[in-house]
RNA sequence: GGAAGCUUGGCAGAGCGGUUGAAUGCAACGGUCUUGAAAACCGUCGAGGGUGCGAGCCCUCCGUGAGUUCGAAUCUCACAGCUUCCGCCA
């Protein structure tokens, strides 16, 4: 959420920052609104400070016993329209709240401008992709030919499609590979583990930014006439435990990291990648979250995003970093890169992890705050960063580490989880 | 699922329907004292919002939402959460 100041300082400088994310600002209404609402409040505040002082008068009148019928016909006329009014005015603080939910956060002023994801900019390169000798398969076509260690169709009889069934060695090798991630941030990285809830409530999906906007992507769930979500990414969970919180200034900055499953309804993307484990329902992910001073904000994303990276370099999948252009940004984000590992069988890099740095725009929708030097309360900066989709991972090494004969080389690092150096049918 | 109790500021804990946004204690912060620290003493000390150049003035908030009343932390109703006991269960 922005700063309602910030509208009503500079509307159209911020209309303008908001075109970049491609998002039209409704700048008439806005302004019709607001005008509303000072003038109803106003008034409002005016009717209870009139209401109270009267009170106050007619409790000290009865105390020494006067006679209070006079002042009290005065006041009894003040309740109706009170009433009235506080309706009033409640009814236009949610309709600029809701309008001011729906707007998107401001980009960090280095994002580059673009219209869509063919417009990111490639930041670095790192390592380099592996010729192949042979025929390269993709990792349906591995899975398939180990047994069936990857399965869509026994998933498909359970649930649909978009899901998938890992067995044996595969199955191994993806726990395996979460708890590589996970220690390597716990111990090499200094996030502090957590275990989270993987169903969340509607206030804290508006905290995080996917309510109520995108609410259509996320799978909802019933529970009598309440209803909770399953989390897109443990970004939620993470970042909302500070919700409604006051930290101390030396408590920041927070780094935690957790390992979740992720559901996702992929509404909207019908026809892409609707073959195998890429775009999913459900995936696993390990994600690092960061709540961090202001001023370190940006620091703290080159940070994250070298963690993510950190895991790619020691896993040896070769990587690009992209700087994502202004309307390839996120909604709660300011800045984000996205880390693309290399799929041979496509011949691309696809995005396996992305970093971000929402600025305060989370930290005011659910309140985390921390004391400053001043003794003021002000918002927090909230960052996350997948560190990484396991799923995807998971596809990365099978795909880069394939040998002719259809079995999979272990990476180095996971040979210690995993136990073998191989994997065969 | 059944029963009882509880829900007030960072924590603990008062609070006859009327100058109570809330006593008191602890914690925290500033200061005096001290070579330094502790103790003692003095002071400050919830959050959000409106308005104003500003000192300030005003409004809202005692789990949530309705209601009664001129006036509600205090009364009524509904809901939620927590605790304990019983049942069921990984």
Known sequence: ???????????????????????????????QLEA????????????????????????????????TSSIMTEVASLG??????ENQLNVLHQELTQLLSNIPNL?????????????????????????????IRDHVDLGYGLNKQIDFELASKLSGSRFYVLKDKIAKLHRALTQFMLNTHIDEHGYTEMYVPFLVNAKSAFGTGQLPKFEEDLFKTSKGDESLYLIPTAEVPLTNLFADTILKEDELPIKMTTHTPCFRS????????????IRVHQF??????????PDKSLDALEEITAHAENILRKLRLPYRVMLLCSGDTGFSAAKTYDLEVWI?????????????????????RMQARFKNANG??????????????????????LENYQNSDGSITVPEVLRSYFGADVITS
Not at 284 to 293: A, L, N, R, T
């Open 376 to 397: 003021k309360n002000e918002f927090v900066h909230t960052l996350n960063g997948s560190g990484l989709a396991v799923g995807r991972t998971l596809v990365a090494i």
């Open 1 to 31: 959420m922005l700063d309602i100041n910030l509208l009503r300082n500079d509307l159209d400088g911020v209309a303008k920052q908001l075109q970049l994310k491609g998002f039209n600002l409704d700048v008439v209404k806005f302004s």
């Open 344 to 364: 041979p069988s496509q011949g691309t890099y696809r995005e396996i992890s992305s970093c971000s740095c929402m600025s305060d725009f989370q930290a005011r």
């Open 36 to 67: 509303q609402r000072k003038e109803l409040q106003i008034k409002t505040e005016e009717l209870q400070a009139k209401r109270n002082s009267t009170s106050k008068q007619i409790g000290m009148l009865k105390s020494k016993g006067e006679n």
């Open 284 to 293: 696993d992910k390990v994600e690092m979250v960061q709540i961090v001073h």
């Open 107 to 135: 980009l960090n002023e280095v994002v580059p401008f673009g219209r869509d994801e063919t417009q990111n900019k490639e930041v670095r390169r790192v390592g380099v992709p592996r010729d192949f000798d042979f025929e």
């Open 80 to 85: 109706d329209e009170l009433k009235n009014n």
């Open 266 to 277: 992929e509404a909207g993307s019908y026809g892409r990648d609707t073959r195998g484990m």
